[in-house]
């Protein structure tokens, strides 16, 4: 936060139109804004369901002891999640599954990377499954409609193969850890499941809601929020406010993870910046004058994403080439929404869903190198050659 400021007090001290520079500002302050009350009401819903346990529905369905299958499942399982959900919340609930499926620590930090891995994938070709996608999507850089359509194989088989390696590292079956039947009775099996599929069914309209009205879709996030704030009402009217209280919009908003908001806010009042004193146009003509490969250029920025947090690449990419020079769902827009989705995997800190199975697990940084980062590495190059491939024959 501090960086954006001192990025926006810099350049109204040293420049003579101070109008201008405040103009800017607001400007690039109503964009921001689309992002975070989008992301607002994304996590609030989140929560949400968590509170009154809707993932258990799909959770308690996985019986199977065995490695191998279990490993496809989980695998599954955390792609399609993450496309509804996003990756960091649906890398939060597939840890948490796994932590009650599996004794062993060494199997369970193998499982924790399939995790990392699959749950990037999973949000690279869904305009609501990354912030990254998500700013692409409200910036008017792609549509939801073609991200799934372009990205949705190469996606797939950035999964597929890390997890085709990984399976030869896996045998016989898992042992469960000491169960503790500990049912607190929070929620009944009835709320339970409306308060879940509501709330999946909310976002699963949110991209049909912008196409029909054409408003953004921090609009159709928070119509969802305010329908789903009654239905909790609703099911809760009975109970007193102390019985209540857990399961209601202002607990969820004092669970959500409020610090990242203001984090993305920061960075990208930085980025916005840097675009209006025009750095990242500077910057553009130098990569497009040295690299000059297109697919190349794309690729590097993927792979930085595994080191440098892929919000700020892609807001830096969206101030470097206009929509001018590359129009919706160019070519160059899908594949960068792919390539700085997955190329964080290669690193347990280059998303947010590796930064957070970290602190769970606490995963050793040196552990996932040696161990996961070749597999997301040949996931990634896999889905990108597939990418290019398919945009060359269709």
Same mark, same amino acid.
């Given at each position: 936060m501090i960086t954006g400021v001192v990025c926006w007090t810099f350049y109204i001290v040293f420049t003579g139109n101070k109008d201008l520079v405040v103009e800017n500002l607001l400007h690039h302050l109503g964009g921001l804004s689309q992002i975070l009350f989008f992301l607002l009401g994304a996590m609030t819903i989140v929560e949400l369901i968590d509170a009154h346990d809707g993932f258990e529905i799909i959770t308690k369905r996985i019986t199977t002891k065995n490695k191998k299958k279990l490993l496809w499942i989980i695998g599954l399982l955390s792609f399609f999640l993450?496309?509804?959900?996003?990756?960091?919340? +649906? @890398?939060?609930?597939?840890i948490s599954l796994v932590r009650k499926l599996i004794a062993d620590k060494h199997d369970r930090l193998l499982f924790a990377g399939c995790?990392?891995?699959?749950? %990037? @994938?999973?949000?690279?070709?869904? =305009?609501?499954?990354?912030? $990254?996608? $998500? &700013? *692409?999507?409200? !910036?008017?850089?792609? +549509?939801? !409609?073609?991200?799934?359509?372009?990205?949705i194989l190469p996606s797939l088989v950035c999964m597929v193969v890390p997890l085709t390696v990984m399976q030869y590292?896996?045998?016989?079956?898992?042992?469960? =850890?000491?169960?503790?039947?500990?049912?607190? !009775? $929070?929620?009944?099996?009835?709320?339970?499941?409306? /308060? #879940?599929f509501t709330g999946i069914t909310i976002f699963?309209? /949110?991209? /049909? #809601?912008? +196409?029909?009205?054409?408003? =953004?879709?921090f609009m159709g996030i928070l119509l969802g929020l305010g329908i789903l704030?009654?239905?909790v009402e609703i099911l809760h009217s009975d109970?007193?406010?102390?019985?209540?209280?857990?399961? $209601?919009?202002?607990? @969820?908003?004092?669970?959500?993870d409020s610090?990242?908001?203001?984090f993305f806010l920061g960075i990208l009042l930085a980025i916005a910046a840097l675009e209006s004193t025009g750095q990242l146009q500077q910057l553009a003509r130098v990569m497009d004058d040295k690299i000059r490969n297109q697919n190349l250029i794309?690729?590097?920025?993927?792979?930085?994403?595994?080191? /440098?947090? %892929?919000?700020?690449?892609?807001? @830096?990419? &969206?101030? &470097?080439?206009?929509?001018?020079?590359?129009? +919706?769902?160019?070519?160059?827009?899908?594949? *960068?929404?792919?390539?700085? !989705?997955t190329g964080g995997s290669v690193l347990i800190i280059g998303s947010a869903a590796g930064v957070a199975i970290m602190g769970i697990e606490k995963i050793d940084f040196i552990w996932y190198l040696k161990r996961i980062s070749w597999l997301a590495l040949i996931g990634y190059f896999a889905g990108a050659i597939v990418y290019i491939l398919q945009e060359q024959v269709l």
């Open positions: 993450s496309a509804v959900l996003d990756n960091l919340t +649906t @890398a939060i609930v597939m995790i990392v891995i699959t749950a %990037n @994938a999973g949000g690279a070709w869904s =305009p609501i499954g990354d912030v $990254t996608t $998500t &700013m *692409l999507w409200i !910036g008017g850089q792609i +549509t939801a !409609g073609n991200i799934i359509l372009k990205l590292f896996l045998k016989g079956e898992v042992q469960k =850890p000491q169960e503790k039947f500990e049912d607190s !009775g $929070t929620t009944n099996e009835s709320h339970r499941k409306i /308060v #879940f699963l309209l /949110v991209p /049909v #809601f912008k +196409t029909l009205t054409h408003l =953004p879709p704030w009654i239905v109970k007193d406010e102390a019985d209540r209280k857990n399961y $209601t919009v202002a607990y @969820a908003l004092r669970k959500i610090s990242s908001i203001l794309v690729m590097t920025i993927g792979l930085f994403s595994a080191v /440098v947090d %892929n919000v700020p690449l892609v807001a @830096a990419s &969206m101030g &470097m080439y206009p929509l001018q020079q590359y129009p +919706t769902d160019h070519y160059f827009w899908i594949f *960068l929404a792919y390539c700085t !989705g």
